[in-house]
């Protein structure tokens, strides 16, 4: 009986499909926890952020670069985690 948490199409991958796979998704893991770290960094700049942008003359303002970055970042490696997650039905913990 086929396993029906499979999409139709991964239900009749050879062996070297199936592993390109787990590498896709493991990649995809992988920039979730990067990008839930480029969250955390982000958040902590926060803090600093506003006294950066009340403080620094003109446009020298290296606390907010840095926390435009960091968000920056996190959406960019968030989507593309999601994007090499899909499908997957299992939580994978390394």
């Known amino acids: 009986m086929a396993n029906t948490l ?6 009749n991958l050879n062996p070297d ?3 390109l796979l ?3 998704r493991r990649r995809g893991q992988l920039f979730l926890v990067i990008c839930l770290q480029c969250t955390v960094v982000s958040a902590l700049l ?3 952020t506003g006294q950066d942008l009340t403080y620094s003359p003109g446009w020298v303002h290296p606390v907010a670069y840095w926390n435009f970055a960091t968000f920056t970042a996190a959406v960019v490696f968030g989507l593309a985690g999601l994007r090499l997650r899909r ?5 994978i913990s390394y």
């Open 46 to 48: 926060t803090l600093w």
């Open 22 to 24: 787990d590498k896709r």
């Open 17 to 19: 499909e199936v592993e």
């Open 87 to 91: 499908g997957s039905t299992e939580f």
């Open 6 to 11: 499979l999409s139709p199409e991964e239900r």
